[in-house]
């Protein structure tokens, strides 16, 4: 089946074109997450079988207390539930497979995958797995228009292909600027929790700003830098009092570097 464009328009009004992921490309990543939980679940087992071997003279699977049994089984549990739902949550909708395959889990509205969708959405993998080896979910991903499988359907999310952003030959006159300055995207530390704080229309206002920087007046880009950044700077914990204009400049660059990763996709 061939992989397909989906457009999206945002709440703000602006159409954003994804690729689909398929089967196939979900599928595979699926096949390197299992390989990983796998290797974690036969280590478990391990480590809990020579725990046991300590404790009781019985073989691991016929000692009469099932408490430790239980226990591992609500273990292994929360292991590979948790997998899918922390990743996809705390990584950009992103497990391991699928940053390796390069597609991740993002809303139908564009933006990123929310806690509680990424709570539905992997609840819903116990039902997607019916009734076995992931029949129903495969079936639903192959015949949907989206590729959606239940969990999809019910958590408002859909699988996309990995943008990258363009790659010029040229550098612009901002990339020169922030090249000439040594400012890396590294340099300001964004934990996932903050970025989300950050919108489309932050970006805007980011991206405007770097686009007319190397164009302004000293004295005008001067209280545009101050002005952006007491916006924004509260959304990173920084302060604007007591920096120069040079500190400013500097952290909003890094800032730029960062959302611009995030939003500034290739259409």
Same mark, same amino acid.
């Given at each position: ?6 457009? *999206?328009?945002?709440?703000?009004? &602006? ?8 089967? #196939?490309?979900?599928? /595979? +990543?699926?096949?390197?997450?299992? *390989? ?16 046991? !071997? ?15 049994? /239980? ?14 739902? +922390? ?9 391991? #497979?699928?940053?390796?395959? #390069?597609? %991740?889990?993002?809303? !139908? ?9 990424? =709570? ?22 192959? =015949? $949907?228009?989206? $590729? ?6 019910? /958590?408002?999310?859909? &699988?996309? $292909? ?23 995207? @590294?340099?300001?530390?964004? @934990? !996932? ?8 229309? @932050? ?22 830098? %101050?002005?952006? +950044? ?5 959304? *990173?914990?920084?302060? &604007? ?8 400049? @500097?952290?909003?660059? &890094? ?9 500034? =996709?290739?259409?």
């Amino acid at each position: 089946m061939n992989q397909e464009q989906m457009e *999206i328009k945002t709440p703000e009004y &602006v159409s954003i074109q994804f690729q689909v992921a398929g089967l #196939g490309s979900r599928a /595979a +990543a699926f096949i390197i997450d299992q *390989i990983l939980l796998n290797i974690v679940n036969l280590l478990v087992l391990i480590v809990v079988w020579l725990i046991m !071997e300590g404790m009781s003279p019985l073989p691991f699977f016929f000692f009469e207390d099932t408490l430790p049994l /239980a226990i591992t089984i609500i273990v292994l549990f929360i292991i590979n539930w948790g997998y899918f739902f +922390a990743f996809e949550f705390f990584s950009g909708g992103r497990t391991i #497979g699928k940053k390796l395959i #390069g597609i %991740r889990v993002i809303q !139908e509205n564009g933006h990123s995958i929310t806690l509680l969708s990424s =709570f539905i959405r992997n609840l819903m993998r116990m039902i997607d797995t019916l009734p076995t080896a992931y029949f129903l979910g495969i079936i639903m991903v192959f =015949f $949907h228009s989206k $590729h959606k499988r239940l969990g999809d359907l019910v /958590a408002g999310t859909i &699988v996309v $292909h990995e943008r990258k952003a363009k790659r010029k030959k040229r550098l612009t006159p901002i990339e020169k600027e922030i090249a000439s300055r040594g400012i890396l995207k @590294d340099d300001l530390i964004i @934990d !996932e929790w903050t970025f989300k704080a950050f919108t489309e229309k @932050d970006w805007k206002l980011m991206n405007t700003y770097a686009g007319r920087f190397t164009q302004l007046p000293l004295v005008e880009k001067n209280q545009l830098t %101050r002005q952006i +950044a007491e916006i924004l700077f509260p959304k *990173i914990g920084q302060n &604007v009092l007591g920096k120069s204009e040079q500190e400013l400049e @500097d952290t909003l660059l &890094v800032l730029y570097l960062n959302l611009r990763e995030e939003w500034e =996709f290739e259409i």
